[in-house]
């Protein structure tokens, strides 16, 4: 349904701006004219367009969940919740669209109707979470739900920004010391002992021919380096590229197991959530199968199960038959269908692998801060050695001249 944006005059002659959806202008003005105004000038809104290409933070879409989940559950009507959302959500931008939702469910949308519009905003898993909840009555349930799985998404993202922050720093600290060194100092020592007679070691030869290759040659390698990078973004866009590096990827040690395990939080978090608010089996695995996992592989070992499924076989056996998922996940879904409480056996599994891959992002930080000491010790090392061997030998020969 289309907006407009309008001018109208009231009873009292007070002019009226505002935005209405609306079938067409006839439409809109009939609905005006139940509200009490006559028509002046009517024109598409465009702003609508451009709110819909925008992205907000997932901070502000928690606040919105756990702010309406509060307003439905006391019985406040659904437009005056929304109504007290936007006038009380910080962000200005999200504050326009909450209030082009209320505009649009107003106009007689259901909320999951008004909040399609938005698929930067609100993503495919919580547009059908609250349709079915719309529909089973469990509106206020679900968003309650969405609110702290998005919750736990978010404090995931911190946990591994925050793994990566030590061994990213040590890696800057590394590269630009050893690069003044390398670049600046060692060419100009070797210089001043080459024309003094001393010998250089083996040990600085090498650094120095590396540093007068790097500097000869910085153009072609930058260039080269741009190539690949460019080559593995195009690698990673195709379908069956991206699927091959993501398999891979779950093979390097630690940090394999890690993505692995959010990847499974993801899926159970996900299943759960849909199942409890009554999405049918065929359409939980159509919205996890389109790219909600995070691992292009995983998410074809999950299409491939779900062909086992369309079948007639059971999702545990499913499951079992794509030889990806562990045996632990696979007697939980078991366990959860032959008792009929499968939403609380998948949220059960998000819980333990959530723990197991925050236990694995610990355990790869407390591996990363001892490897890297060693390697910043290395190269520091290996550049003290390719300075201090040189002068030890100049100073050695000075001391046989004298």
């Known amino acids: 349904m289309p907006e407009f944006s309008y001018k109208a005059v009231d009873e009292t002659g007070r002019i009226v701006k505002g935005r209405l959806s609306a079938f067409d202008e006839t439409d809109l003005e009939a609905k005006l004219s139940q ?5 002046v000038r009517v024109k598409k809104s465009k702003e609508s367009f451009l709110l819909r290409l925008s992205k907000v933070s997932p901070r502000f879409v928690i606040e919105f969940y756990n702010r309406l989940y509060q307003a439905i559950e006391i019985g406040l009507p659904l437009l005056s919740a929304l109504e007290e959302i936007a006038q009380g ?3 200005k931008l999200f504050r ?15 909320l999951h109707d008004a909040m399609m519009r938005y698929p930067n905003i609100f993503s495919k898993l919580e547009l059908n979470v609250i349709k079915m909840g719309e529909k089973s009555g469990t509106l206020p349930l679900c968003l309650k739900e969405l609110a702290g799985f998005l919750e736990w998404k978010e404090e995931t993202k911190s946990t591994i920004k925050r793994a990566m922050i030590y061994p990213c720093f040590v890696i800057l600290l590394v590269s630009v010391v050893a690069g003044i060194w390398i670049g600046y ?5 070797a210089k001043l002992l080459i024309d003094m007679g001393v010998k250089l070691p083996v040990t600085t030869m090498i650094i120095l021919k590396a540093s007068i290759f790097l500097k000869s040659y910085w153009n072609i390698i930058v260039v080269l380096i741009f190539a690949i990078f460019v080559g593995f973004m195009v690698f990673t866009k195709i379908p069956q590229g991206k699927k091959l590096f993501h398999k891979y990827v779950l093979k390097i040690p630690l940090i394999g197991n890690i993505i692995f395990n959010i990847c499974l939080t993801r899926l159970c978090n996900n299943f759960a959530i849909m199942n409890k608010a009554g999405v049918s089996i065929n359409e939980i695995f159509e919205i996890l199968i389109d790219y909600s996992l995070g691992n292009r592989y995983l998410e074809d070992q999950l299409s491939i199960a779900f062909q086992h499924i369309q079948s007639g076989e059971h999702i545990s056996e499913a499951f079992e038959k794509t030889g990806i998922f562990p045996r632990l996940f696979v007697g939980a879904v078991r366990n959860g269908e032959f008792t009929g409480t499968l939403d609380e056996s ?22 990363l801060e001892p490897a890297t000491m060693i390697i910043l010790g290395g190269v520091f090392g290996v550049v003290a050695l390719s300075i201090l061997l040189p002068l030890y030998n100049l100073i050695g020969s000075l001391g046989k001249n004298y």
């Open 35 to 39: 509200k009490g105004l006559i028509l």
């Open 89 to 91: 959500m910080p962000s």
């Open 96 to 110: 326009k669209i909450i209030g082009d939702i209320l505009i649009a469910v107003e106009a007689g949308n259901t």
């Open 185 to 189: 100092v060692l060419p100009q020592m």
């Open 346 to 367: 998948f949220k059960r599994l998000a819980e333990y692998y959530d723990r197991e891959g925050k236990n694995r992002v610990q355990a790869l930080i407390n591996a």
